[in-house]
């Protein structure tokens, strides 16, 4: 019953002056897009000094637009240290005399273990026959039969790749072979890799055929673990209201991307530096305007796409209680619409609570998430917020596009118009949300 009437309250205000939207800053998003997606910052990867150069930047325009630092002491960054394993040297596919290389050759994931034995083929469409013991070498790219070799007992399968590895073999190979471990929180609990799964490229695969027969062996030796170091940009406007602390709206993108390969950029135009400036847009006209009845916190995370490092210390270091967060809106992807709704955006989540239909109540274009299959709600820093208690959901345009970590996501290929349109036209539902007693729920059985 409390919820319909919260929802009651957030449809009463829909004609207040509150609602009107603020004058959206064309050449501020462009000029923060540019710097974020420029060439200058090469993709913005994870603990990279290119990543701290936008993290130092996304503060000093949080300071410009009068947004405090949100950190203790009135800090902007929040040190996110972590540890990532590596290998001391390339895994190795050896055969004979010629070896087969980790990424120029074969994929492994995860740091499997040794593993030897003679090669022997699995033809497509057969049994896996006798191969215990032995490296079975599968023709088809089918999970399921290398499932049923390791169940024969097979030392190790070699196949082809499946499903996105192909698509994103490099930056596989470039993965940690397992957890990150990040100061200040629990050391992860690895989960043992006792299967050594090895993925062949198609001319290595044949190169292998050839060689059936013979003794292979494979080795994935670990070094020392690399440390990097990340940051979590923190802004805060306080609220003007006796309990403008107990119910704060927070309003997050991450801010990192993908590092070069072979030389090539991936900018990251859309993912995200597409949602940063939104959010830093939103923090121009709140910090620039008469001071809201709520805190407003900005949050932009580092390292999201490395595993949300950024994020799951957030979680663990508060800048505020987690309880006094009313809501939280994660913005990503906001820059390319989506060809089958090209006028409205999504919000992840949309069933699980009734913070959509109140902004979309207030004038905001939002709809249900038509990727539901994609998981989305789970997939972006909001998630973690959201396991905690948090009514936190991610806007989107489209979060498919053909551009999705690859390099053409470029400003070029963004849609400029549509974007300052999705800025504008969240602006006046956010401002009636900063400014509004209504504190968001969770439906009955959908809080994560």
């Not at 345009?397 to 800025?423: C, E, G, K």
């Amino acid at each position: 019953m409390k919820s319909i009437l919260s929802l009651a309250a957030a449809l009463a205000v829909a004609a207040s002056p509150l609602s009107a939207a603020p004058v959206t800053c064309a050449d501020c998003v462009k000029s923060n897009l540019a710097y974020l997606a420029g060439d200058q910052l090469r993709g913005r990867a994870c603990g990279t000094g290119d990543e701290h150069a936008a993290a130092r930047f996304i503060a000093k325009r949080l300071s410009a637009y009068r947004v405090r630092g949100g950190g203790p002491g009135g800090a902007y960054l929040q040190p996110v240290t972590f540890h990532s394993p590596t290998y001391a040297s390339a895994p190795t596919l050896a055969v004979g005399d010629v070896r087969f290389l980790m990424g120029r050759d074969i994929l492994v994931l995860d740091g499997p273990p040794p593993a030897s034995g003679m090669l022997q083929v699995v033809a497509r469409g057969a049994s896996v026959g006798e191969i215990s013991g032995k490296v079975a070498l599968v023709e088809a790219a089918d999970p399921a039969v290398a499932e049923a070799a390791f169940k024969a007992g097979a030392a190790a399968v070699v196949m082809p790749p499946f499903g996105p590895l192909q698509k994103y073999w490099d930056r596989l190979a470039l993965a940690p072979p397992g957890p990150v471990r990040i100061e200040g929180l629990p050391a992860p609990v690895a989960k043992p890799v006792t299967r050594t799964m090895i993925f062949a490229r198609a001319e290595s695969f044949e190169a292998l055929r050839k060689l059936a027969g013979q003794e292979a062996s494979f080795t994935a030796i670990l070094g020392k673990p690399v440390v990097r170091k990340t940051y979590n940009v923190l802004g805060v406007i306080p609220g003007s209201a006796p309990e403008a602390e107990a119910q704060s709206i927070l309003l997050s993108a991450h801010y990192d991307h993908l590092a070069p390969l072979g030389g090539v950029l991936y900018r990251g135009a859309n993912d995200d530096a597409s949602g940063t400036s939104a959010v830093l847009e939103f923090a121009r006209q709140l910090g620039g305007g008469k001071t809201p009845r709520r805190t407003v916190r900005f949050t932009l995370f580092g390292c999201e796409e490395a595993g949300g490092h950024g994020a799951k210390y957030f979680l663990d270091h508060p800048p505020a209680p987690l309880t006094s967060i009313a809501a939280n809106l994660e913005f990503e992807m906001i820059g390319v619409p989506d060809p089958e709704r090209p006028s409205t955006l999504m919000l992840t989540g949309w069933e699980r609570s009734n913070l959509g239909p109140a902004l979309k109540a207030q004038g905001a274009d939002l709809g249900v998430d038509r990727y539901p299959e994609q998981n989305f709600f789970q997939r972006s820093d909001n998630y973690q917020l959201a396991k905690r208690g948090v009514v936190a959901h991610t806007i989107s345009a489209w979060p498919v596009p053909a551009s999705y970590h690859q390099p053409s996501d470029t400003i070029a290929n963004l849609d400029m118009p549509f974007m300052l349109r999705v800025i504008e036209s969240l602006s006046g539902p956010i401002r009636w949300l900063v400014n509004s007693d209504f504190r968001p729920e969770w439906g009955p059985g959908m809080k994560p």
